[in-house]
């Protein structure tokens, strides 16, 4: 490592930090309904939306409701994305005449985008139509992070709530998301990265003969409007096949340092506007210190281990980027659910994939996906607290609310589900044709590549070894199914712990109160978020990365 | 029933609002501020697209300064890497062979060590760069094909200085060279045969 790779991850913690409050206390205002300067700009646009459909915006929702209105509005946009792609070919926007998409496939796609997830099957440049693109998935990219803006708003409100069972509505929360956030910083963000040269058309693909005569088809498209919520959307669905590697999608080395940025930001922010909103900035930010440092140490692992055993290693990387920026992109796009990569994640050394895994395992609350990376971390601090209130004998809180039976099971349900998906889909995957025969590595490196689609699946997160065939029916439908399970199967279970906290009554803060802002709980938190993480996974990971880094030490090939 | 229904007529309003009017707006601005980039930093030279600034070409002629290698052969559709991990018994295959070949082409000494991007190849399988020293490292060979005189060499390694693009604010990404652009130029400076 040289002084410029210190100097560049240096800017980039620093930068993220100092955006967090900054961003995070606009969200806070966003969500509460408070005034802020610029709130006229987008105010109507909210009014005249609510009229449009005939919402009265102060209506409130149980959580049964909220997770109603959520699940038909997710269920109607997943539905969309999969009958546009049967039939793109006789749809208008698609120059090059790409053909209809197969129905597994389709099925998987609508599912990846529909839930955050992103994952893809298919390369982009020679499977979707313009139209899809843009009406299908870019779509799904504001509205699944809007979605998970919900449920996490949701929670918050549970917590806040004295007594009731008023926990918002889902079209409010979708609608001030994608208006007052999402939208704007999109618009903002793709013009920056037009500006570096990432294209944005509508035009048919190029075709040029180089220098050297051979013939290059160049594809292209709206490809900045897609990137630009894709990365601040912790979407990662990238336009191209080969994601923000690809110059159009990802030209200079600033684009890659905004675009690494944006998986972080609004996650990050988030966590600050959890804080406000809870009426405690603090509690938000041992919170935010919790991810932080394990997102630190991941990245370190990730670093020592690429620099130190796979040095001068450059298959998969991008020379305008190097080495660094394609480790703290990997972490970043992993401990976000984010998935999208601008390096190949199989290429690089196994230590530095074991990270990656894990980060993914956790259950993406490293910052985490928008608004599921908070849920995701309260979840564990749930567990947390009230596996200390069993070592001291009291009956646990958080924030004046008592933790109940009823909220440890829904917490180890949101926890059982993607974990259940990662292990048994590997499992089945392994024992199979018709998982085995996707593979294209040998070794160790072959069961990592299933490990991680599935992991990828589970957890919500998108990124892939991409040597493994994932367009087969069988990895379209084991993942897509993977895919499902993973977001609502955390989610529903949220919803109720949200439900039921809300109707509890507020407990005022005694010397007895377990203390959740402090130095003791971050090591607790961190603690019992690392024995579940390696007690569920250790098995599965010393087959894969574990086991190939003392292959390769010894100098073994497959 | 009702819940239902309202669920379709905001997803609707969203499809309009981020599927259509968002792209578009977007588009409108990149196509009127950014023209050049919003359309794919083509290179037209003569009336004749040459190719895009960002998406490389393949150079195995002896006449040019070749590019990395690419798991796609410089074929956009689709992009693509080898995904080979490091204990790949055919990646080290690989990287032996683009070794010797690159020793041989550039008659450069085996013990002299090649920078690692020529010998791996890219995520995209279309990265236009490689860096200042693996150009460099070709001066002699270009020279030679093109039965260029001594003193050619010194000004083919000031155009390679003139081209180097500098990490992106002093500190961003690394220092890199674009193989089209560097050629087009190295065309236009030195004779062709």
Redesign the interface.
């Known amino acids: 490592m040289n002084y410029?790779d210190y100097?560049?991850v240096f800017?980039y913690l620093l930068l993220l930090v100092a955006l967090t409050p900054l961003i995070g206390n606009y969200m806070f205002k966003v969500f509460d309904n408070k005034p802020f300067k610029a709130k006229g700009i987008f105010s109507w646009l909210e009014t005249s939306?609510y009229k449009?459909?005939?919402?009265k915006p102060d209506s409130q929702q149980n959580w049964k409701?909220y997770a109603?209105?959520l699940l038909?509005?997710n269920l109607?946009?997943f539905l969309?994305v999969f009958v546009l792609q049967l039939i793109q070919k006789q749809l208008p926007l698609n120059p090059q005449q790409l053909g209809n998409v197969s129905w597994p496939l389709a099925f998987n796609t609508a599912a990846s985008f529909m839930t955050n997830t992103n994952w893809q099957s298919y390369?982009?440049?020679?499977t979707l139509s313009y139209f899809t693109q843009?009406?299908?998935l870019?779509?799904q990219?504001?509205?699944s992070a809007a979605t998970g803006f919900g449920v996490a708003l949701v929670l918050i409100r549970g917590i806040r709530n004295k007594l009731n069972s008023q926990l918002g509505n889902f079209?409010v929360d979708?609608?001030r998301s994608?208006i007052y956030i999402l939208?704007p910083l999109?618009?903002l963000f793709?013009?920056v990265l037009?500006?570096?040269?990432?294209?944005?058309?509508?035009?048919a693909?190029?075709t040029?003969?180089?220098?050297?005569k051979?013939q290059?088809?160049?594809?292209?498209g709206?490809a900045?409007?897609?990137i630009?919520?894709k990365q601040l959307g912790t979407n990662g669905g990238g336009f191209?096949?080969?994601n923000s590697?690809?110059?159009?999608e990802n030209?200079?080395?600033?684009s890659?340092?905004l675009e690494m940025l944006a998986i972080l930001l609004l996650p990050a922010s988030f966590v600050y506007c959890f804080g406000k909103m809870i009426g405690s900035v603090k509690q938000g930010w041992y919170i935010y210190m919790t991810m932080f440092i394990l997102f630190t140490v991941g990245l370190v692992i990730s670093v020592y281990s690429e620099y130190h055993f796979?040095s001068?290693?450059?298959?998969?990387?991008?020379?305008?980027?190097?080495t660094i920026?394609?480790l703290i992109w990997e972490n970043a796009t992993t401990a976000a659910s984010n998935g999208s990569?601008?390096?190949?994640h199989?290429?690089?050394?196994?230590l530095s994939a074991l990270v990656a895994l894990f980060n993914m395992m956790l259950g993406e609350i490293i910052f985490g996906g928008v608004g599921a990376g908070l849920y995701g971390m309260l979840i564990f601090v749930i567990l947390t607290v009230f596996i200390a209130g069993l070592m001291v004998g009291r009956t646990p809180e958080y924030l004046g609310k008592k933790i109940e039976a009823f909220e440890v099971k829904m917490a180890i349900m949101g926890v059982i589900a993607p974990s259940f998906i990662i292990l048994v889909f590997t499992a089945i995957a392994c024992m199979t044709d018709a998982g085995l025969s996707s593979l294209?590595?040998k070794?160790?490196?072959g069961f990592?590549e299933m490990l991680y689609a599935f992991t990828s699946a589970g957890a919500n997160n998108g990124s892939a070894?991409?040597?493994l065939n994932a367009n087969t029916n069988f990895y379209n439908l084991m993942i897509g199914i993977g895919i499902l399970v993973g977001r609502f199967g955390v989610i529903i279970p949220v919803l109720a712990i949200a439900g039921s906290l809300s109707e509890k009554k507020l407990i005022p803060v005694s010397s007895g109160t377990f203390r959740t802002d402090n130095f003791t709980f971050v090591f607790l938190l961190i603690a019992v978020i690392l024995i579940v993480g390696a007690l569920t996974f250790f098995p599965a990971l010393s087959l894969g990365p574990i086991v190939?880094h003392i292959?390769?030490i010894t100098g073994?090939?497959? | 029933m009702k819940t239902l229904f309202i669920s379709l007529k905001i997803f609707l309003v969203m499809t309009i609002l981020t599927g259509v009017i968002y792209p578009l707006f977007v588009t409108v601005i990149g196509q009127t501020l950014f023209y050049n980039h919003s359309n794919g930093s083509m290179i037209v030279i003569n009336n004749q697209t040459v190719g895009s600034e960002l998406i490389g070409q393949k150079f195995t002629d002896g006449q040019y300064f070749n590019s990395r290698p690419s798991a796609i052969d410089y074929n956009p559709m689709p992009s693509g890497a080898s995904n080979l991990s490091v204990t790949s018994k055919e990646l080290k295959l690989r990287v032996r062979r683009n070794t010797a070949a690159f020793d041989s082409i550039n008659q450069i000494p085996a013990s002299e060590s090649i920078p690692s991007e020529m010998l791996y190849a890219s995520g995209s399988g279309l990265d236009p760069h490689i860096s200042p020293q693996a150009a460099l490292m070709q001066v002699n060979r270009i020279c030679k094909s093109r039965h260029l005189p001594e003193a050619a060499k010194k000004r083919m390694n000031d155009l390679i200085t003139h081209s180097i693009e500098g990490r992106q604010f002093g500190f961003l990404g690394e220092e890199r060279i674009n193989v089209l652009k560097l050629n087009l130029e190295l065309d236009k400076q030195f004779t062709v045969r």
């Open positions: 410029f100097l560049q800017v939306i449009t459909i005939g919402l409701q109603f209105a038909s509005f109607l946009g969309f390369a982009g440049e020679t843009l009406i299908g870019t779509v990219n504001f509205v079209y979708l609608t994608v939208l999109s618009i793709s013009v037009i500006g570096q040269g990432v294209i944005q058309n509508l035009n693909y190029k040029v003969t180089t220098i050297e051979n290059q088809v160049i594809p292209q709206p900045a409007s897609q630009a919520i191209f096949n080969t590697a690809h110059p159009y030209p200079t080395p600033l890659n340092f796979s001068g290693v450059f298959e998969g990387k991008e020379l305008r980027f190097g920026n394609s990569v601008n390096a190949m199989s290429s690089l050394s196994p294209s590595s070794g160790p490196h990592s070894f991409a040597g190939e292959l390769m073994k090939t497959f």
